[in-house]
């Protein structure tokens, strides 16, 4: 049976859309632009596959669909700036086999201006076709809450800006299939803003909380107390909760090379984030140097690895940078969690341990950087001969908190 969607990269963005895609009755077919796919677990695979999800090893199945979205990630470059090259290769693949009347839609973190001055024309030069004549273009900011129980797809509304009011109305007409509620855009920069403002807005706000923490441990005060003081106020606060850094996929611009000016809290946040593993790693060495202890040999073991609770995704987790830094402290590095059955750091493999009770009685210094569910934090606490809480999940008391 032909399929009436195709998704373009199953990484964090395109894999979501086809399972809520799937979910709503629609024919799927995911074509992968990298190692991604592996990312499906067999018995899930098997679920989508009986609901109509085909996975596309022939790009040839990409000219068959009605909706073709492209969902390729974007990382930060070495220079800074998101890297566009796997949404470039996704354009050519599905430019060759696009028919007309086709929508194509562009999920990936984009800087505005990127659907109609670079995704256009690849579709066009490579297709022979015209967009917003031919084929309808439009732009989709991807909002993904990885792991959430809270936040579904259908429960999402969805932003949507086209090349024309026509290329609106068709990617409007699919993401209704998909949410409750279709939010139309003016045009395809305002969508892409979209998407900017709101990444931007969760690392502005990070580290805003982040400075507080290094602020009132200074000072003596709870930080934590303050938030859930704070917290109670119905009106113009929303509670963000420090940590050991920013992980994740959402990559936060300053608009560095791309405007006449840049967003200097951005800017400044992106500092700001970037220096809180540094942070907790001299947390870690103040506490054992009070307890008469030397990074330089201390057992140190790291407690959730992922970026994320209750999820098995490592990208840009500070776990890595911190593990980094105690190495180089001379710190003998271990870690538990219950997602991550391997991990390397520097490409050396970190010892893993099997217990995280027996592990933290073992260690000279514990740090819990992810509060999974499966944690029984008490327990820890108690267990735990010197305990550094990066989350403020512990018991009150219980533990010394970032």
């Given at each position: 049976?032909?399929?009436?969607?195709?998704?373009?990269?199953?990484?964090?963005?395109?894999?979501?859309?086809?399972?809520?895609?799937?979910?709503?009755?629609?024919?799927?077919?995911?074509?992968?632009?990298?190692?991604?796919?592996?990312?499906?677990?067999?018995?899930?695979?098997?679920?989508?596959?009986?609901?109509g999800f085909r996975l596309a090893s022939d790009p040839a199945q990409?000219?068959?669909?009605?909706?073709?979205?492209?969902?390729?990630?974007?990382?930060?470059?070495?220079?800074?700036?998101?890297?566009?090259?796997?949404?470039?290769?996704?354009?050519?693949?599905?430019?060759?086999?696009?028919r007309p009347h086709t929508t194509v839609i562009l999920e990936s973190?984009?800087?505005?201006?990127?659907?109609?001055?670079?995704?256009?024309?690849?579709?066009?030069?490579?297709?022979?076709?015209?967009?917003?004549?031919?084929?309808?273009?439009?732009?989709?900011?991807?909002?993904?809450?990885?792991?959430?129980?809270?936040?579904?797809?259908?429960?999402?509304?969805?932003?949507?800006?086209?090349?024309?009011?026509?290329?609106?109305?068709?990617?409007?007409?699919?993401?209704?299939?998909?949410?409750?509620?279709?939010?139309?855009?003016?045009?395809?920069?305002?969508?892409?803003?979209?998407?900017?403002?709101?990444?931007?807005?969760?690392?502005?706000?990070?580290?805003?909380?982040?400075?507080?923490?290094?602020?009132?441990?200074?000072?003596?005060?709870?930080?934590?107390?303050?938030?859930?003081?704070?917290?109670?106020?119905?009106?113009?606060?929303?509670?963000?909760?420090?940590?050991?850094?920013?992980?994740?996929?959402?990559?936060?611009?300053?608009?560095?090379?791309?405007?006449?000016?840049?967003?200097?809290?951005?800017?400044?946040?992106?500092?700001?984030?970037?220096?809180?593993?540094?942070?907790?790693?001299?947390?870690?060495?103040?506490?054992?140097?009070?307890?008469?202890?030397?990074?330089?040999?201390?057992?140190?073991?790291?407690?959730?690895?992922?970026?994320?609770?209750?999820?098995?995704?490592?990208?840009?987790?500070?776990?890595?940078?911190?593990?980094?830094?105690?190495?180089?402290?001379?710190?003998?590095?271990?870690?538990?969690?219950?997602?991550?059955?391997?991990?390397?750091?520097?490409?050396?493999?970190?010892?893993?341990?099997?217990?995280?009770?027996?592990?933290?009685?073992?260690?000279?210094?514990?740090?819990?950087?992810?509060?999974?569910?499966?944690?029984?934090?008490?327990?820890?606490?108690?267990?735990?001969?010197?305990?550094?809480?990066?989350?403020?999940?512990?018991?009150?008391?219980?533990?010394?908190?970032?």
């Amino acid at each position: 049976m032909p399929a009436d969607l195709a998704v373009i990269g199953l990484g964090p963005y395109g894999l979501p859309l086809a399972q809520a895609a799937v979910a709503a009755g629609i024919h799927t077919v995911g074509y992968a632009t990298g190692p991604e796919a592996g990312s499906l677990s067999p018995a899930e695979l098997r679920r989508m596959h009986a609901a109509g999800f085909r996975l596309a090893s022939d790009p040839a199945q990409l000219g068959r669909v009605r909706t073709a979205v492209i969902c390729a990630p974007t990382p930060r470059g070495a220079d800074g700036s998101l890297d566009l090259g796997q949404v470039e290769a996704a354009a050519r693949t599905l430019a060759a086999r696009l028919r007309p009347h086709t929508t194509v839609i562009l999920e990936s973190p984009v800087l505005p201006g990127a659907t109609e001055d670079f995704l256009r024309p690849l579709l066009e030069e490579g297709s022979g076709l015209r967009a917003g004549r031919d084929f309808h273009l439009a732009y989709s900011p991807s909002r993904v809450d990885p792991g959430s129980r809270d936040h579904t797809p259908a429960g999402t509304p969805r932003v949507i800006g086209g090349l024309t009011p026509a290329c609106t109305e068709s990617a409007a007409a699919f993401y209704g299939r998909l949410t409750d509620k279709v939010v139309r855009a003016r045009g395809l920069r305002e969508a892409e803003a979209v998407q900017l403002l709101e990444t931007n807005y969760r690392h502005v706000n990070i580290a805003l909380v982040n400075e507080m923490a290094v602020l009132c441990h200074e000072l003596g005060v709870d930080l934590w107390d303050v938030i859930r003081c704070a917290e109670t106020k119905p009106f113009g606060f929303q509670a963000f909760r420090p940590g050991p850094g920013v992980g994740g996929h959402g990559v936060p611009q300053d608009l560095t090379g791309h405007a006449t000016r840049t967003l200097r809290m951005v800017e400044l946040a992106q500092q700001v984030n970037s220096r809180m593993p540094r942070y907790v790693v001299q947390r870690a060495a103040t506490l054992l140097n009070e307890h008469g202890k030397s990074a330089r040999g201390a057992r140190v073991l790291l407690l959730g690895v992922t970026y994320k609770p209750d999820l098995a995704d490592l990208q840009a987790t500070p776990a890595q940078e911190i593990a980094v830094r105690l190495m180089g402290l001379g710190a003998a590095v271990s870690y538990h969690d219950p997602y991550v059955p391997a991990w390397s750091v520097l490409e050396r493999p970190v010892p893993r341990a099997d217990s995280f009770y027996e592990a933290a009685a073992d260690a000279d210094l514990t740090i819990l950087l992810q509060q999974h569910r499966t944690y029984d934090l008490q327990g820890l606490s108690v267990k735990a001969q010197l305990l550094l809480d990066t989350r403020g999940a512990t018991p009150t008391g219980a533990a010394h908190r970032l």
